[in-house]
């Protein structure tokens, strides 16, 4: 197997392009994708501040690396959520990073704060993910607003993407479709949202955090076991095997021709916001998701 580019020994093949590259055209055709995404939805300038938000996984990792390297000087947030194990072996990662880059790390200490998020979803009833996203969510925009960043980068892929893409159309979600783009513009105090690695497959980041040495937790989180997530990526990668390419013309196409799904008002939109009665943070309710979420350990406190 040849580079396509130098005609040296490659070190990965892939598919989805009909090519094969050496360790530095991979590089280049890495750098390629993420300039690509960032300048297509004009993400940031390198003048701004980033926020990535960092799990400890290859994704969001890799994503903070090669922001680096590409001259965007941005800084990390984890976010603790006291899962047993797993959150300790995950921010060190996260910590390592740091170092690596000579970045600094915001470190949001939830589990020790609050309760581990286990206890809280059990609380309130809810699904260990669904607390998880609303509290994750809710300090990247806090720590975003409190410490002057201009946009929040998330670690999502292409295949996440995909198959949230598919998870919406299986059910014809259309605003949901609509609004699924890798930019959500700031808004009434909810500040811009990016997710500048969304060309890229989970193969191809982790193949480029394999090649840059970085380490990674490899564990899936033990809570998330978000089945139908799982399930149409599954399905996607059967398709995939069987004609390369599907996975991005699917999600890539549809980002080309996203202005046939047009949007209408729901509850989910970003306006109509008023001020959470608790912690003071935009919110659409009264109270704010998180505030609630919280409230369920009220009895647990005193
Ligand atoms: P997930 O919702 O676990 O698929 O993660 C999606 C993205 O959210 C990741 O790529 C990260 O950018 C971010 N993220 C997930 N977990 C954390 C965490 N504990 N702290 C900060 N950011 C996170
Ligand atoms: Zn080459
Ligand atoms: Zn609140």
């Known amino acids: 197997m040849k580079c396509r580019v130098c005609k040296s020994l490659a070190v990965i093949s892939l598919p989805r392009h009909n090519s094969a590259f050496c360790k530095e055209h991979f590089f280049e055709f890495f750098y390629n994708q993420v300039k690509k995404a960032i300048k297509e939805f004009r993400m940031f300038r390198p003048s701004e501040r980033i926020l990535v938000c960092v799990s400890g996984g290859k994704d969001s ?4 690396h090669a922001l680096t390297v590409l001259g965007y000087p941005a800084d990390g947030l984890y976010i603790d959520l006291g899962i047993g194990g797993y959150s300790e072996k995950s921010k060190e990662m996260a910590e390592k990073m740091a170092n690596l880059l000579g970045r600094r790390l915001i470190i949001v200490e939830f589990g020790r704060e609050y309760a581990p998020v286990n206890v809280v979803a059990k609380r309130a009833r809810r699904s260990e993910c669904s607390a998880c996203g609303t509290i994750k969510r809710y300090y990247f925009n806090r720590v975003a607003l409190e410490e002057g960043y201009d946009v929040v980068a998330t670690g999502h892929n292409l295949d996440d993407e995909a198959a ?3 998870g919406n159309i299986l059910r014809w979600h259309i605003p949901f479709i609509a609004k699924q783009l890798p930019v959500l513009e700031e808004e009434n105090e909810l500040k811009k949202k990016v997710k500048p690695l969304c060309r890229l497959t989970e193969q191809e980041i982790a193949a ?3 090649l840059n040495r970085i380490s990674y937790i490899r564990d899936e989180c033990p809570m998330s076991q ?3 997530s799982l399930l149409y990526k599954r399905a996607l990668n059967l398709i995939e095997a069987e004609s390369p390419g599907t996975k991005h013309f699917f999600y890539l196409e549809f980002l080309k021709q996203r202005d046939i799904f047009s949007v209408s008002p729901t509850n989910h939109d970003r ?3 008023k001020r959470c009665e608790i912690c003071g943070s935009a919110s659409q309710t009264d109270i704010c998701s998180f ?3 919280v409230s369920y ?4 406190k005193t």
Request: some cysteine.
């Open 61 to 64: 990792l890799s994503l903070w």
């Open 164 to 166: 949230r893409l598919l």
């Open 208 to 210: 480029y955090a394999f």
């Open 226 to 228: 978000d089945s139908t």
């Open 271 to 273: 306006t109509g916001i």
């Open 291 to 293: 505030c609630r979420l």
């Open 297 to 300: 350990l009220q009895p647990l």
